[in-house]
């Protein structure tokens, strides 16, 4: 399975930052397995934003929960991350990833979102 991410890598603060994972190898249909998005910001570890199931049923960190969303669209064989009213603070690498339950088997490469006016 591979994992790519896609989207502006600048965001003015206040809006929305948008980024795709396009999945290749694999279907996101497929049971059992657990589409997520999470991030880095510089100097820190690694946060889980949240992920979005087989079923279709997204779950979120209690951190993001309030301006997040996560959506599918299954024809694509992609899922998507829309991050509401961002801030400097949301600046990070932002990674999808793939697995099992409690697992992230598969690696998206990362993409680098700045959030600057």
């Known amino acids: 399975v591979q994992l790519q991410e896609s989207g502006p890598g600048l965001v003015k603060p206040a809006q929305t930052l948008s980024l795709t994972c396009t999945v290749s190898g694999g279907s996101i249909t497929t049971n059992y397995y657990f589409w997520s998005w999470i991030r880095q910001p510089p100097g820190k570890g690694l946060e889980w934003i949240g992920y979005i199931a087989y079923s279709g049923n997204a779950y979120y960190s209690p951190s993001f929960k309030s301006r997040t969303s996560i959506s599918r669209d299954t024809s694509k064989n992609q899922f998507t991350l829309q991050l509401n009213s961002v801030t400097p603070e949301d600046t990070a690498v932002y990674y999808c990833?793939?697995?099992?339950?409690?697992?992230?088997?598969?690696w998206g490469q990362g993409t680098q979102v700045t959030v600057s006016s």
């Open positions: 990833a793939a697995g099992g339950p409690g697992s992230y088997d598969f």
